[in-house]
């Protein structure tokens, strides 16, 4: 989503200056920002970025890792032999392409591949899903002005996140009769650039597991940005020369499936801060529910880091598929918080290392040593 749904900023990697997810997550962040593609915005290390050195430093990790990539290739389906995935099929310019493993990971984001072999979702009793945003990025704006100054940063110094004045006056158009979209936040983000800024602010709930679905919807969703983009022009003289500079690849998707997992974590233990004996991660964001509809948002902020127990990254029965990121088994409420990128990156740290362990003690996933991997986890710099 960082680089695909221009999702900025990467939050929230600490807690009043402390480092709530080391690791892996923080060396890229500490590595981007000696890019000069990062800027960590203490005290909660939010992190803003430049989204073309994402990618470069994501490529040079990655192939230094010795990892070998398939670009522009789709999951679209995999072999199994009972519960035991055996292969996966991707499907790019040289057609179909099978490839095995002994253990496979599912960072879909829409847990994609544990859909496909089979692993029960959760349920959504209510129906009610977050809505995607279309991100954009706005050039020409005035960045040094005093209205952005106090709203491109999120380290709470200047209050909530969300630019209020700019809220206000459209809420208030709206109210009037004038035929405006719902919207979220609006959120203007840091992109390192004078003038710039990543904009979130159109709201459509959809499903992004349908792609019909998630057309229609990105196609109005694009339609929105331009009318949000001729609202802020008209309307606050920090935008007046401002243009579209580029929209993001795709929407941005907040929720959709989930696996049912070993462990089902709960808002409840979330906000309270549960200790897991199994506990690999750890989140720091408040639960952070859009309203599918309108302008609202639920929020409970967290007043001690919670943590997220690796049987959250496993199905029951299956024993060598893991998923991490927002895929991973939580209630809708837990997720509202889960979801956000520092969170993500360290469930797919603690996946990777069990992978690993997995293979090499040749056992399922289920059954690895859970103290050896938090012990590993520990020496390979996640804070638990
Ligand atoms: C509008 C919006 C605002 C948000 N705001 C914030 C914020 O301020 N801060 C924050 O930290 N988080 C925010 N989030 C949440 C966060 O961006 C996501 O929840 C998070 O990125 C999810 O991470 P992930 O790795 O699970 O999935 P993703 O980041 O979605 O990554 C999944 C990857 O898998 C690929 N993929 C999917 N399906 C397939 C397939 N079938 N075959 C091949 N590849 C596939 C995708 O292309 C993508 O690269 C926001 C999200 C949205 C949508």
């Known amino acids: 989503m960082a680089t695909m749904g221009y999702v900025a900023p990467l939050s929230v990697f600490a807690l009043k200056n402390e480092l709530v997810i080391g690791g892996i997550p923080w060396e890229f962040v500490k590595r981007l920002e000696s890019m000069g593609g990062a800027f960590i915005e203490w005290p909660k290390a939010n992190i803003d970025f430049d989204v073309e050195l994402y990618k470069l430093c994501c490529q040079r990790m990655v192939l230094e890792a010795g990892v070998k990539m398939y670009m522009h290739s789709s999951l679209i389906g995999c072999e199994m032999e009972g519960k035991t995935v055996r292969s996966v099929v991707i499907e790019n310019k040289?057609?179909?392409?099978?490839?095995?493993?002994?253990?496979?990971?599912?960072?879909?984001?829409?847990?994609?591949?544990?859909?496909?072999?089979?692993?029960?979702?959760?349920?959504?009793?209510?129906?009610?899903?977050?809505?995607?945003?279309?991100?954009?990025?706005?050039?020409?704006?005035?960045?040094?002005?005093?209205?952005?100054?106090?709203?491109?940063?999120?380290?709470?110094?200047?209050?909530?996140?969300?630019?209020?004045?700019?809220?206000?006056?459209?809420?208030?158009?709206?109210?009037?009769?004038?035929?405006?979209?719902?919207?979220?936040?609006?959120?203007?983000?840091?992109?390192?650039?004078?003038?710039?800024?990543?904009?979130?602010?159109?709201?459509?709930?959809?499903?992004?597991?349908?792609?019909?679905?998630?057309?229609?919807?990105?196609?109005?969703?694009?339609?929105?940005?331009?009318?949000?983009?001729?609202?802020?022009?008209?309307?606050?003289?920090?935008?007046?020369?401002?243009?579209?500079?580029?929209?993001?690849?795709?929407?941005?998707?907040?929720?959709?499936?989930?696996?049912?997992?070993?462990?089902?974590?709960?808002?409840?233990?979330?906000?309270?801060?549960?200790?897991?004996e199994d506990s690999i991660s750890r989140g720091i964001h408040p639960i952070d529910l859009h309203a599918s509809k309108g302008s609202g948002q639920f929020r409970i902020d967290l007043d001690q880091p919670a943590y997220v127990p690796y049987r959250a990254l496993i199905a029951p029965d299956y024993p060598n598929l893991l998923c991490a990121g927002r895929c991973i088994s939580t209630d809708r409420q837990a997720l509202a918080s889960l979801r956000v990128q520092a969170s993500c990156m360290g469930t797919g740290q603690a996946a990777g290392v069990a992978a690993a362990q997995s293979v090499a003690a040749g056992c399922s996933v289920q059954n690895i040593d859970t103290q050896a991997l938090v012990e590993e986890l520990k020496n390979l710099g996640t804070i638990l």
């Open 94 to 276: 040289n057609g179909l392409e099978t490839l095995s493993g002994k253990v496979f990971i599912d960072c879909t984001g829409d847990g994609d591949l544990a859909w496909m072999a089979g692993v029960p979702m959760q349920e959504n009793p209510d129906g009610e899903v977050q809505p995607c945003s279309f991100c954009f990025i706005l050039a020409d704006v005035d960045t040094e002005s005093d209205l952005l100054n106090k709203c491109m940063y999120h380290n709470g110094i200047n209050g909530p996140s969300q630019c209020k004045p700019v809220r206000e006056k459209l809420l208030a158009l709206k109210e009037a009769g004038a035929p405006i979209p719902d919207f979220g936040g609006p959120w203007f983000n840091n992109v390192l650039h004078k003038g710039c800024v990543a904009v979130n602010i159109t709201r459509r709930a959809a499903d992004s597991t349908d792609n019909r679905n998630f057309t229609d919807t990105e196609c109005q969703l694009r339609e929105d940005i331009f009318t949000f983009t001729q609202l802020l022009k008209e309307n606050f003289p920090e935008f007046k020369n401002c243009y579209v500079a580029s929209t993001a690849p795709q929407a941005g998707i907040r929720e959709s499936r989930r696996i049912l997992g070993v462990h089902t974590v709960t808002a409840d233990e979330y906000v309270n801060a549960y200790h897991y």
